[in-house]
């Protein structure tokens, strides 16, 4: 969902929306139905042509005659904070951007003619909420990046600088983990079937017996913080070093998931020596381009391979976080190389076959970390000046999100605990976290206690 505080014109979002989804270059794939065939597979089926019976996106426009500020949900929606703060639970704003009818579950998809792409206007006098929802089974988040550029292309009349896709209807990664070069890294690490099913009835115990209650929650770190943080882990990282040493390259994405997988094991954890699996995403195009992909034509679906970091609870918890983000970066370094994706997708192969699943990396009593990196997907610079109504709000500048929010709606899985990192225009980041309900005291506590210990 992304709040606009300006009145834009709903239908001509809507009618450039559509227009870009009705043409060629494979974009009419954004409007396909989600079917099941006789062996059960999933496939995407692309109506003829796109009408009100068959309509190219799943469409609704609420107009609300008042200041968004008068809204008692929306007018709660959160402002970036001066120091480290969980500002809002994103649990709560649900209704903004769903209605009771939208699909919570795969089989709401494969069951009805609705379109796996999905758009929600709320119209105030003075703001607009715009929510793109959409299937995983879609496209990832650069695949959503990729349709929000296309789509402020064809708002702003550009059309002819829409590229054409691939991979619509054939599958660049058909060939990928075919011909492995090297052993993967974490071979060792992969758990065979007596490990997946003590996994598994764990999983089923913590689900029958666990009370929690888990929520979504938005954490605002400003960006100045964030650089103190990442002083302090270079720091950290300095002193533990030869003084001689090179200054490692540390991003910004690399501190924040290593300072929040520090939140969430203070949370969560009950043993030192339980296992903790911090899975960070890697976007796959950029490896395997030239190989598998075209740098000319993007690709709308989903290219991604997580990459583990294997450490303690004790490990998580006493070392620094200057050493913790180090690791994550010596992961990411080691595994996002050809050869390694190579071997990785190798390995899947052979548990798809065996299992129907791709292997599964750690051990029977891990808990897992996943980590999405939305920080390069910018949604802050999705530009809508054309559909502006109101020129009184025009400054000149281009019509951008003040706010965003990314909402997931996936079965509650006890033994993972996923987050994802953006970032807005004003250099704020935001950080979306699944946390046990019982445990937001606890969180806001820490979180006051920070802003002493940056000094």
Same mark, same amino acid.
């Not at 609300?64 to 709560?92: F, G, M, N, W, Y």
């Not at 001689?244 to 290593?258: G, H, I």
């Not at 530009?383 to 951008?400: E, G």
């Given at each position: ?19 870009? *989804?009705?043409? #060629?270059? &494979? ?17 995407? $089926?692309?109506? @003829?042509?796109? #009408? @009100? ?6 469409? !609704? $426009? ?8 008068? +809204? ?9 904070? !001066? ?28 069951? @009805? ?9 709320? %119209?105030?006098?003075?703001? @607009? ?6 299937? +995983? ?6 695949? &959503? ?11 702003? &009349?550009?059309?002819? =600088?829409?590229?054409?896709?691939? &991979?619509?209807?054939? #599958? ?6 075919? !011909? ?11 758990? /065979?079937?007596?490990?997946? *099913? ?24 400003? /960006? ?7 002083? +302090?882990?270079?720091? #950290? *990282? ?7 040493? =090179? ?43 030239? =190989? ?22 004790? !490990? ?11 690791? *994550? ?26 299992? /129907? ?22 949604? +802050? ?25 990314? $909402? ?32 937001? %005291? ?8 920070? =802003?002493?210990?940056?000094?």
């Amino acid at each position: 969902m992304s709040r606009f505080n300006a009145p834009l014109d709903a239908n001509k979002l809507k009618d450039s929306l559509v227009q870009l *989804i009705d043409r #060629d270059g &494979g974009w009419r794939k954004l409007g396909a139905r989600l079917r099941q065939n006789d062996q059960k597979a999933l496939e995407l $089926h692309i109506p @003829t042509r796109f #009408d @009100t019976s068959q309509p190219a996106v799943a469409f !609704q $426009h609420e107009i609300i005659s008042s200041s968004i500020t008068e +809204h008692p949900l929306a007018s709660r929606l959160p402002s970036a904070s !001066q120091k480290p703060e969980l500002v809002a639970c994103a649990s709560d704003f649900v209704p903004l951007m769903r209605s009771k009818d939208d699909p919570a579950s795969l089989q709401d998809y494969v069951h @009805t003619d609705r379109p796996l792409l999905g758009l929600r206007i709320l %119209s105030f006098d003075d703001a @607009t909420l715009v929510t793109l929802s959409f299937s +995983h089974l879609l496209f990832d988040g650069l695949g &959503g990046k990729t349709v929000l550029d296309a789509w402020s292309l064809v708002l702003q &009349g550009r059309d002819a =600088e829409v590229l054409e896709l691939q &991979g619509v209807y054939d #599958d660049p990664l058909a060939t990928l983990g075919t !011909q492995p070069e090297v052993p993967y890294k974490h071979e060792s690490r992969v758990m /065979g079937l007596p490990q997946l *099913i003590l996994f598994g009835v764990r999983a089923l115990i913590r689900r029958v017996f666990s009370k929690s209650e888990v929520k979504d929650y938005v954490i605002c770190v400003p /960006g100045s913080y964030v650089q103190k943080l990442k002083s +302090h882990a270079l720091k #950290d *990282i300095a002193e533990a070093s030869n003084p001689t040493a =090179e200054t490692p390259f540390l991003s910004d994405s690399d501190v924040l998931c290593a300072w929040w997988s520090k939140y969430i094991a203070s949370c969560i954890s009950t043993q030192a020596t339980e296992t903790f699996v911090i899975n960070n995403l890697l976007e796959l195009r950029q490896v395997l381009t030239p =190989e598998l992909f075209r740098p000319e034509s993007p690709y709308v679906s989903n290219a991604l391979m997580m990459m583990p970091t294997f450490v303690t609870a004790r !490990q998580l918890l006493t070392r620094s976080l200057g050493e913790m983000a180090l690791s *994550i970066r010596d992961t990411i370094s080691q595994l996002s190389t050809k050869a390694q994706v190579e071997a990785r997708f190798s390995l899947d192969r052979v548990w798809q076959r065996r299992t /129907g699943h791709p292997a599964l990396y750690g051990d029977p009593w891990m808990r897992m970390i996943v980590c999405t990196n939305w920080i390069k997907i910018k949604i +802050h610079q999705a530009d809508f000046s054309p559909a502006l109504l109101d020129k009184k709000f025009s400054n000149s500048s281009p019509v951008c999100p003040a706010y965003n929010q990314i $909402h997931a709606i996936i079965e509650n899985f006890d033994l993972i605990t996923a987050f994802a990192i953006s970032k807005d225009a004003d250099n704020s980041y935001w950080i979306y976290s699944q946390l046990d309900a019982k445990h937001r %005291s606890k969180v806001e506590q820490m979180l006051s206690a920070e =802003e002493c210990w940056a000094e």
